[in-house]
C-alpha cells in the first residue's frame, strides 16, 4: 500500500472554493483525495497547519523542512511512504499517478 501525505499550509478550507478567489489547485487536490480515499492501495491524508498543527510537529522530517526556511514557502509538502517528494507547491495529476500507480485520467488539472 502506497501512503501520500500532503501538509498545507493554514487554509480556511480544504476545497478552495472559499474566500474571495477560486484555486484551482485546491479544487484538483480535492478532486484526487476524493478519488484516492476509497482506493484499498493507496492511503492519502491532508493535514491543514491551522486544523491540524499536531501533524506538522509530529512528522520530523515535515518539521525539519519547515524550519530551514522562515516563511512558509516550502508548503504545500508532499510525502509518499515517508519520503518528501516535493516541496512548495502541489503536485500534478501525473505525480499523483506516479506516486500511487493509480490512473486518475478523470480529474483535470
Not at 56 to 81: C, W
Amino acid at each position: 500500500m502506497r501512503k501520500v501525505q500532503v501538509y498545507e499550509p493554514a487554509l480556511c478550507c480544504s476545497t478552495g472554493v472559499c474566500g474571495p478567489s477560486v484555486d484551482q489547485n485546491l479544487i484538483t487536490i480535492t478532486l484526487i483525495y476524493n478519488k484516492l480515499k476509497d482506493n484499498p492501495d493507496v492511503e492519502f491524508e491532508r493535514y491543514n497547519l491551522k486544523s491540524n498543527p499536531r501533524s506538522f510537529i509530529e512528522n520530523s522530517k515535515v518539521l525539519k523542512a519547515i524550519h530551514e526556511k522562515e516563511d512558509d514557502d516550502q508548503l504545500p509538502i508532499t510525502l509518499v511512504d515517508g519520503e518528501i517528494v516535493k516541496m512548495g507547491e502541489y503536485p500534478t495529476v501525473k505525480e499523483f499517478e506516479k506516486y500511487t500507480g493509480v490512473s486518475l485520467a478523470k480529474v483535470s488539472q
